[in-house]
């Protein structure tokens, strides 16, 4: 079977990183990151005398509380009229007519450049939510233990009664708890049984934004070695950084043959696959990156722990890894793997 892409894919794949690129790169990452800092510090309670306490200040926007919204409506509409929530969407009903292989290169570059917001739920609702297609509206989905966005959703798809705000470790993606419950349907061969479209196709885009953004800190790193110096070699001459950055690098392109694989066979167990080579490719590769990058890492003003914040919170959605090892599992014990 050939996975490569054909040249269509190739410059569908090179337009939505131009697009996003331009539209969401490093100024505006940063500046939704302050937002969403100045929101949480907003949110923290007030002194006597009107002020914020320890952590508590005005948005980057000079707005507080509720006011103060993270996301960007006005890119919202943006990545509407392009395409990107209708790209699978029928030409006759308004969307673009593409395939889930050219989804799965939307939402790789997605990851690529964090872009934050419900962009799954969206994408999954165009075509059935009105708005959802032409990023009119926002909408957001539970599926899992944790709702993302559930404030500034517009719509809500599943049942949020009892949801808890988090305060989540990546300051793109704020969070809600859903009340706790086993996780697990009745019966033998459950996860299998339980098997949803719209489970299995959240998946699969998670794992496509998880191999965007495990390929980006890998050029990072790399990047990174080749420039920065030490007893006056580059890093990167070094052994210990070599194997950091060859161990990402091949993480990246297992991970990539898994997630173009499952696009095209839209198979349940290719789908559970990629969704833990991706996790692991992202989590680990963002782990190492930091490494490399060395204290430089750590700060606030480096990237690093943005990507690894993210990939970490998206280990978590839509049952995550346990659902994926579950659901290999069963489908081991029942034969059809």
Do not use: N
């Not at 569908?12 to 929101?39: S, T």
């Not at 070699?233 to 690098?249: D, E, K, S, T, Y």
């Not at 499952?262 to 692991?280: F, G, K, N, Q, Y």
Request: hydrophobic letters at 45%; proline letters at 5%; one cysteine or more.
């Amino acid at each position: 079977m050939d996975f490569r892409l054909t040249d269509d894919q190739r410059a569908l794949k090179q337009g939505v990183r131009d697009l996003f690129e331009g539209r969401f790169g490093r100024e505006a990452l940063r500046a939704a990151v302050d937002r969403a800092d100045g929101r949480r510090g907003a949110d923290a309670p007030e002194r006597a005398d009107g002020k914020a306490t320890a952590g508590g200040r005005e948005g980057a926007d000079g707005r507080r509380g509720e006011g103060a919204r993270v996301l960007d409506r006005e890119l919202w509409r943006e990545l509407g009229a392009a395409g990107f929530f209708a790209l699978r969407l029928p030409e006759a009903e308004g969307g673009v007519g593409q395939g889930l292989p050219e989804a799965v290169l939307a939402f790789e570059e997605a990851g690529r450049v964090l872009l934050p917001g419900p962009l799954i739920a969206t994408h999954l609702a165009a075509g059935f939510v009105a708005g959802a297609a032409a990023g009119e509206v926002v909408v957001t989905s539970a599926d899992g233990p944790l709702v993302e966005w559930l404030e500034e959703a517009d719509v809500v798809r599943g049942d949020v009664t009892g949801a808890e705000p988090l305060v989540p470790v990546d300051p793109l993606t704020p969070l809600h708890r859903l009340p706790a419950t086993d996780g697990r349907p009745p019966g033998g061969g459950a996860f299998r049984a339980a098997r949803t479209p719209d489970g299995l196709l959240t998946s699969l885009f998670t794992a496509a934004e998880q191999l965007g953004s495990a390929a980006r800190t890998c050029e990072s790193a790399v990047q990174h070695a080749r420039t920065r110096e030490q007893f006056g070699r580059p890093i990167g001459a070094f052994q210990a950084v070599q194997h950091l950055c060859a161990g990402m690098l091949a993480r990246v392109e297992v991970a990539r043959a898994a997630v173009y694989a499952a696009s095209v066979t839209a198979d349940p167990v290719d789908i559970a696959a990629a969704r833990l080579l991706a996790d692991e490719a992202a989590v680990r590769g963002a782990r190492d990156c930091l490494q490399v990058h060395g204290g430089i890492g750590f700060t606030w003003e480096s990237d690093v722990h943005l990507h690894l914040k993210r990939a970490w919170t998206r280990t978590h959605r839509a049952g995550g890894a346990t659902r994926s090892e579950e659901e290999s599992a069963d489908d081991l014990v029942a034969g059809t793997a």
